[in-house]
């Protein structure tokens, strides 16, 4: 009796820890999925790119998509070469786009933002601009590079001919080029009080030559962009690049300048727009065919060996596939053009598994 209550015990505790286990790794996962997803989704992806404004000479510019999907954009902004290519947003206050996207969603990247401080038509000589500083690149990460002395001196050799960069609002266009960077802390009246440069730039300017760590001529500034983000060598530090902004001259052809602006940032995901619930599924069951419990336990035998390192690279090249075709951060879809195959995938596997343990079966009889 006492062995039986004790043998319950046993497997109660079994189970219990199984089940905690199971959940700790689960929830480990999903944290990780989180995260990375969290990651990805701060690039300015393609289904954003879509309302990126096009700019035509002697055409006004149109903002006119991006604001109906959402009215606080003011702007866009764009410079080559970096991940930076995102419309700006502005809020009641500097703490409304922290952590809400463009699409007016929650998300812990937030969104490029103009400070609330700021003029709505971005007429003053002086505006301030906030994006996270994120570690893969995506929002305001690539303000970091300006901090090497080399790329910031061949900034300009990196983009697209005279150009840096583009500012779109609803009135005209603006020429971008970056001419100061300064890291400074949170509490810089100077830089994040923007209404103190409302009236002229000729203090900002003074600051800038004493206290910028680097800087370069591009000649006549009477406006400026200044896009602020967090330095991750300290809680209060920052990092500001700064941007002389002149009128768009329509220096190059219409052909030639639509080519020249879709220039893609480095990180932005070249996923499909979609997924398919029935090929993760299919992944799943791959994965649990080709990776039995006890299949370390019985590589000892050289032709079941061969079998389950053939059963481990079917389900690697049923995983590549899905994580080549699908994207996960997209709308779902029941089936994809690839369900067939990695059905096909997933069907040879459970075939190898069959003759797998048939062997072992015989083995074990002999």
């Known amino acids: 009796m006492i062995k039986s209550i ?9 189970l219990v820890t199984g089940l905690l286990a199971a959940f ?13 997803r969290a990651g990805y989704r701060a690039f300015s992806s393609h289904d954003l790119l879509k309302y990126r404004p096009k700019v035509e000479m002697d055409e006004p510019p149109d903002l006119h998509e991006i604001m109906e999907i959402n009215p606080d954009t003011v702007a866009w902004i764009t410079l080559y070469g970096t991940n930076i290519d995102y419309p700006v947003m502005q809020g009641k206050t500097d703490m409304e786009y922290i952590n809400k996207d463009a699409y007016g969603n929650h998300s812990i990247s937030g969104s490029i933002f103009l400070s609330s401080l700021n003029s709505r038509d971005l007429s003053e000589p002086y505006q301030l601009i906030y994006g996270h500083h994120m570690d893969n690149g995506a929002m305001f990460g690539d303000i970091d590079k300006f901090g090497n002395r080399e790329f910031f001196d061949n900034a300009k050799n990196i983009r697209s001919g005279s150009i840096e960069g583009l500012l779109i ?144 690279m079917i389900c690697a090249i049923a995983e590549a596939l899905f994580h080549l075709t699908e994207n996960m951060m997209g709308t779902v879809e029941v089936i994809s053009g690839n369900t067939h195959l990695l059905l096909t995938l997933s069907m040879g596997s459970w075939f190898l598994q069959y003759i797998r343990y048939m062997k072992i079966g015989k083995v074990k009889n002999e």
């Open 6 to 14: 004790a043998r319950a015990g046993n497997m109660g505790l079994r």
């Open 24 to 36: 700790l790794l689960i929830y480990g996962l999903l944290s990780l999925w989180g995260m990375s």
């Open 169 to 312: 609002t609803e009135e005209k266009v603006f020429e971008l080029k970056a001419f100061a960077f300064l890291r400074t802390d949170a509490f810089d009246e100077m830089i994040y009080k923007a209404d103190k440069n409302s009236e002229g730039l000729g203090a900002l300017m003074e600051y800038l030559d004493d206290k910028a760590e680097f800087k370069r001529s591009t000649g006549v500034i009477d406006h400026v962009l200044a896009l602020s983000t967090c330095d991750s060598g300290s809680s209060y530090g920052r990092m500001v690049l700064f941007l002389s902004a002149s009128d768009f001259k329509g220096k190059l052809p219409i052909d030639e300048y639509e080519e020249t602006i879709r220039i893609e940032a480095s990180g932005h995901p070249e996923l499909g727009d979609s997924w398919a619930l029935l090929d993760l599924l299919i992944l799943l069951l791959t994965v649990y065919i080709s990776l039995p419990i006890n299949a370390v336990k019985k590589l000892r035998f050289e032709e079941e060996q061969g079998l389950a390192i053939a059963c481990l």
